[in-house]
């Protein structure tokens, strides 16, 4: 079986989207081939929602630094029965609040009860995975579309809450302020059905350095 590189994946979507808008056809020049691929967590799906959660408002370091004490714990495969038969506090010694356990815990008996499903993934609509997850204390519709796009690679995922999205739409057409989600949601439908890299493409424009001379944007 041939290897699918990441940047040859998304060809066809990226070729539809400089189509689509030539704006971003311009981001898409500077930034390159789309390299967006699924992230490999050891443990699977439960792992991964773990990890989304001890990282939620937490700068890169810290983040880091508190689950890999969380993931050791568990020989670095977390799972929701393991989680689930973990005292409090023993989660709170590896540095997460209270919040967060309490947000471990219930995705640890969500997932027990079926109402976040570990497996068959692929026989679910977006909107059906971001509802499920967002049913757990503590993951809302953005980390649910975190999820769709770094773990699962859904391409049409258009997470219009996202700062950096906003910001990287605006610094892409030259706008003077951040569009709002709700106008950012009307903006982002010429990108149909690859959302995806687009908002990727959002993210590029923001880690691109100001031109020489130029006077930098408002949300650098």
């Known amino acids: 079986m041939a ?4 940047g040859e994946r998304w060809a066809d979507a990226v070729a539809a989207l400089r189509g689509a808008d030539p704006a971003l056809a311009a981001a898409v020049a500077v930034a390159g081939p789309c390299t967006l691929a ?8 439960f792992a991964a929602l773990a990890r989304a959660v001890c990282y939620q408002q937490l700068a890169g370091a ?23 038969a973990t005292p409090d506090a023993d989660l709170r010694a590896t540095g997460l609040s209270a919040a ?3 947000s471990l815990k219930d995705l640890a008996a969500k997932s027990l009860d079926g109402t976040v499903r570990l497996a068959g993934w692929s026989r679910m609509a977006d909107d059906e995975i971001v509802a499920r997850l967002s049913a757990v204390r503590g993951i809302g519709p953005w980390t649910a579309q975190m999820f769709l796009m770094f773990q699962l690679n859904r391409p049409d995922v258009w997470p219009v809450g996202d700062l950096g999205v906003r910001a990287g739409y605006a610094r892409i057409h030259e706008l003077a302020q951040l569009p709002s989600p709700a106008e950012l949601t ?19 424009a923001v880690d691109a350095p100001t031109p020489a001379g130029a006077v930098p944007s408002p949300w650098q």
């Open 62 to 84: 810290a983040a880091r630094a508190i689950h890999g004490r969380f993931a050791a714990l568990y020989g670095d495969r977390p799972t929701a029965s393991a989680v689930a």
């Open 38 to 45: 699924a992230r490999r967590v050891p443990g699977g799906a």
């Open 3 to 6: 290897i699918v590189v990441p």
């Open 186 to 204: 009307i903006l982002g439908e010429p990108y149909r059905p690859y959302r995806t890299v687009a908002a990727w493409y959002c993210w590029r």
């Open 100 to 102: 967060k356990v309490a």
